[in-house]
């Protein structure tokens, strides 16, 4: 009897040969989503930096959803969360962002950003069924037409 997909999520390095492919398709989708918009590639070396955790979520070891906590001085980013098109509808964008939020409560982190886009209509559903709201811009981020800041406490 053949036995179900295992998923697995773990801190991974975002320039690993299996993971590259993943971040690669999360840009083409943005650039997709925001042809006239601002969206450059994110490089592996950004999302390598000391204050970057770089999750992965596998199906037995197969990378299919991303995601990344950025810790600033007093807000913890969400950055980068994007799941195969294949693997979408199955609530993995869920555990993936509890992950992601274990993961930042962990490091003592209560306060959650994020910046999303206009086009995104299924993340803007996960993220305000799971706490986020509405908030201004923040750090790099500006006003922009196309570009919903949001946060939520952890605390």
Excluded: W
């Excluded at 492919?21 to 070396?45: F, M, Q, W």
């Excluded at 970057?52 to 990344?68: H, I, Q, S």
């Excluded at 294949?86 to 992601?100: M, V």
């Amino acid at each position: 009897m053949p036995t179900a997909p295992r998923l697995h999520f773990e801190i991974d390095d975002p320039a690993a040969p299996d993971v590259q492919p993943l971040i690669r398709e999360l840009d083409g989708y943005l650039s997709e989503l925001y042809p006239t918009g601002n969206i450059r590639p994110v490089p592996a070396e950004e999302l390598k930096q000391a204050n970057v955790t770089f999750l992965t979520a596998r199906v037995d070891g197969t990378p299919v959803a991303c995601g990344a906590v950025v810790q600033h001085d007093d807000y913890v980013e969400v950055k980068r969360m994007y799941v195969l098109p294949a693997c979408r509808g199955l609530g993995l964008g869920k555990q993936l962002l509890d992950a992601l939020e274990v993961q930042i409560a962990r490091t003592g982190g209560r306060l959650v950003r994020l910046e999303t886009g206009t086009a995104q209509t299924e993340a803007l559903e996960l993220y305000e069924h799971t706490g986020y709201r509405r908030c201004a811009p923040f750090g790099e981020h500006r006003a922009n037409p196309q570009s919903i800041c949001m946060e939520k406490s952890l605390a």
